[in-house]
């Protein structure tokens, strides 16, 4: 069993890069609707060189699929540019609870992937949105597996043992 305890902190959005010169930063909000994100406060931002910061966010506007926020802690452009590429996170205590059974996406990042035969896969590294269902991008040893997280295929979620189960042949 992996010794990881469920996140305190959860992804809720990337900073997908700058936006003028300003400093303002645009942002790839990963809840369904873009405008959500900011009532999950505080944020983190983890840099892409695993640096944790905390932004303070002044403004921020509807933009396009995203958002741009401007933070106390950029006044230019090169400021922002450190940002790009880092994750947003905020504390799951902020989220709206979920009705059991549901999951934020966040919850399943790093879950270890078996089959019900015991073969494991390796974590979820990612997930996907296709519009049929959502795909969990598996990453073995061997190679990166695209599962559907749908009922018949997941048959078990397990976030304190930081386990899943699905009914998948592991030759696929």
Same mark, same amino acid.
């Given at each position: 069993m992996p010794?990881?305890?469920?996140? %305190?902190w959860i992804?809720v959005?990337r900073v997908a890069? $700058?936006?003028?010169v300003r400093? *303002?930063?645009? /942002?790839?909000p990963?809840?369904?609707r873009?405008?959500?994100v900011?009532?999950y406060?505080? *944020?983190r931002? =983890?840099? =892409? ?5 905390t932004?303070?966010v002044l403004?921020a506007? /509807?933009?396009?699929?995203g958002? /741009? ?7 230019v452009? %090169?400021? #922002? %540019?450190r *940002?790009t590429?880092?994750t947003?996170e905020c504390?799951?205590s #902020? ?8 999951y934020y *996406?966040?919850?399943?990042?790093g879950? @270890?992937v %078996? $089959?019900v035969d015991g073969v494991?896969?390796?974590p979820?590294h990612?997930?996907?949105e296709?519009?049929a269902?959502? @795909?969990? @991008?598996v990453r073995?040893?061997?190679r990166e =597996?695209?599962?559907?997280? /749908?009922?018949?295929?997941v048959?078990?979620?397990d976030k304190d043992? =930081?386990?899943m189960?699905?009914?998948?042949d592991?030759?696929f």
């Amino acid at each position: 069993m992996p010794d990881q305890a469920p996140p %305190e902190w959860i992804e809720v959005g990337r900073v997908a890069g $700058t936006y003028g010169v300003r400093g *303002w930063l645009r /942002i790839q909000p990963y809840t369904t609707r873009s405008e959500t994100v900011l009532d999950y406060q505080p *944020w983190r931002v =983890r840099q =892409r060189s695993g640096v944790v910061e905390t932004p303070t966010v002044l403004e921020a506007q /509807i933009h396009g699929k995203g958002l /741009i926020v401007r933070i106390a802690e950029c006044r230019v452009r %090169e400021d #922002a %540019e450190r *940002w790009t590429g880092g994750t947003i996170e905020c504390p799951v205590s #902020a989220l709206p609870v979920l009705a059991a059974g549901e999951y934020y *996406w966040g919850e399943l990042l790093g879950l @270890v992937v %078996e $089959t019900v035969d015991g073969v494991i896969l390796g974590p979820v590294h990612r997930l996907l949105e296709t519009g049929a269902n959502d @795909v969990l @991008v598996v990453r073995g040893a061997d190679r990166e =597996r695209l599962i559907p997280y /749908i009922p018949a295929v997941v048959r078990r979620v397990d976030k304190d043992g =930081r386990r899943m189960v699905v009914d998948w042949d592991p030759d696929f």
